[in-house]
């Protein structure tokens, strides 16, 4: 009898052992789900059709490149310069003028043109360091005598009836 519980005991605690409270041999013989699949997501280009008017374009062009400029001077007179925010700056004051440039008509734009050249030359100077430190005060002289060129002559109250139709 004592061999038999013995043997009892064994083949219970054996059983035990291979079966266990952690799943461990359930889990070698379930089969994993696996992951889902992952659809692709297809882009598909869509026209979207202008926002804005020709004039709110224009108005919001003028708007952005009188912050810039002036932030641009204001960067200029700094004593701690941020060189990389001021070219930054410089560069978008360019693209913003240029972008009011492209709206207007023929006549107009050959009329804003040489204030861009000179606009462009200058902002070309804030690239040297060395040139700013020393004609600072001349720099940012021509740099308001063309923002208030621009601001005089195409404000966006004069320029309403000269922008280029919407296309």
Not at 3 to 28: D, E, P
Request: proline share 2%.
């Amino acid at each position: 009898m004592m061999k038999k519980t013995l043997y009892l005991a064994l083949i219970a605690l054996c059983v035990f052992q291979l079966t266990g409270c952690s799943g461990v041999l359930r889990k070698k013989f379930v089969r994993d789900k696996g992951e889902p699949k992952k659809e692709t997501p297809v882009f598909k280009p869509e026209v979207y059709e202008n926002e804005f008017t020709t004039r709110q374009r224009y108005a919001n062009h003028f708007a952005f490149w009188k912050g810039a400029a002036a932030e641009l001077i204001d960067l200029i007179y700094s004593d701690n310069r941020n060189d990389k925010r001021m070219r930054f700056f410089a560069s978008y004051t360019l693209e913003e003028a240029n972008q009011m440039h492209k709206l207007l008509v023929d006549e107009k734009q050959k009329e804003m043109e040489p204030l861009i050249r000179d606009l462009a030359a200058l902002l070309e100077k804030t690239n040297d360091d060395t040139y700013i430190s020393t004609h600072k005060n001349t720099l940012v002289r021509d740099l308001k005598h063309i923002k208030k060129q621009i601001e005089k002559n195409f404000s966006y109250n004069k320029m309403q009836n000269y922008l280029r139709q919407m296309q």
